[in-house]
T-cell receptor, first 111, second 114 residues
Framework: TQLLEQSPQFLSIQEGENLTVYCNSS?????LQWYRQEPGEGPVLLVT?????EVKKLKRLTFQFGDARKDSSLHITAAQPGDTGLYLC???????????FGKGTLLTVNP | EAQVTQNPRYLITVTGKKLTVTCSQN?????MSWYRQDPGLGLRQIYY?????VTDKGDVPEGYKVSRKEKRNFPLILESPSPNQTSLYFC????WGRGADTQYFGPGTRLTVL
């Protein structure tokens, strides 16, 4: 079973601060996705990265896929209270139909 | 509106009483999947289906059954629920279930087994 380790598990910061969330594995993934989940709702896809070294930006969010396709990071610049939520990374390998999720990072941004 | 729907949203039941959680998608997706989400354990895949009449086990299939008789529906069946199946359940669908497919999640079903 492939594992995705996310860190930190919990993060509480003040509005305006920057933060980085990490997603690491010993396995190679053909694609890696980041989801955000708000209380009482299902996860919603933020981004998919497929190429080693790939960097994608979504407004204040920057996503990076490691060169070896075993790890990824999510960086948020100038966090806002609206960024509060559970951030999940999920990976798929090769032609595998299974999507493996990390346990998530619960982010709280205080005003 | 493109969506995945689940019913019921909340369910409290007793040990051993068979139940079914329904899931339906209106996006003509081939792939559908069930997950359970538990504190400290994250999202774990129960079963998935690549197409009508084609299903396979995920990481935690014990105690669950699924069927895929129509493309749009993928019910989750608990034949004899037990308290350790108390959890938050999510159904999801995507076009093919491979590569960089986007997975769309339903709103969740919170199940309590007494």
């Amino acid at each position: 079973t492939q594992l995705l380790e996310q860190s930190p598990q919990f993060l509480s910061i003040q509005e305006g601060e920057n933060l980085t969330v990490y997603c690491n594995s010993s396995s190679v993934f053909s694609s890696l996705q980041w989801y955000r989940q708000e209380p009482g709702e299902g996860p919603v896809l933020l981004v998919t990265v497929v190429t080693g070294g790939e960097v994608k930006k979504l407004k204040r969010l920057t996503f990076q896929f490691g060169d070896a396709r075993k790890d990824s990071s999510l960086h948020i610049t100038a966090a806002q209270p609206g960024d509060t939520g559970l951030y999940l990374c999920a990976g798929r390998s090769g032609s595998n139909y299974k999507l493996t999720f990390g346990k998530g990072t619960l982010l709280t941004v205080n005003p | 509106e493109a969506q995945v729907t689940q019913n019921p949203r909340y369910l409290i039941t007793v040990t051993g009483k068979k139940l079914t959680v329904t899931c339906s998608q209106n996006m003509n997706h081939e792939y559908m999947s069930w997950y359970r989400q538990d504190p400290g354990l994250g999202l774990r895949q129960i079963y998935y289906s690549m197409n009508v009449e084609v299903t396979d086990k995920g990481d935690v299939p014990e105690g669950y059954k699924v069927s895929r008789k129509e493309k749009r529906n993928f019910p989750l069946i608990l034949e004899s629920p037990s308290p350790n199946q108390t959890s938050l359940y999510f159904c999801a669908s995507s076009l093919w279930g491979r590569g960089a497919d986007t997975q769309y999640f339903g709103p969740g079903t919170r199940l309590t087994v007494l």
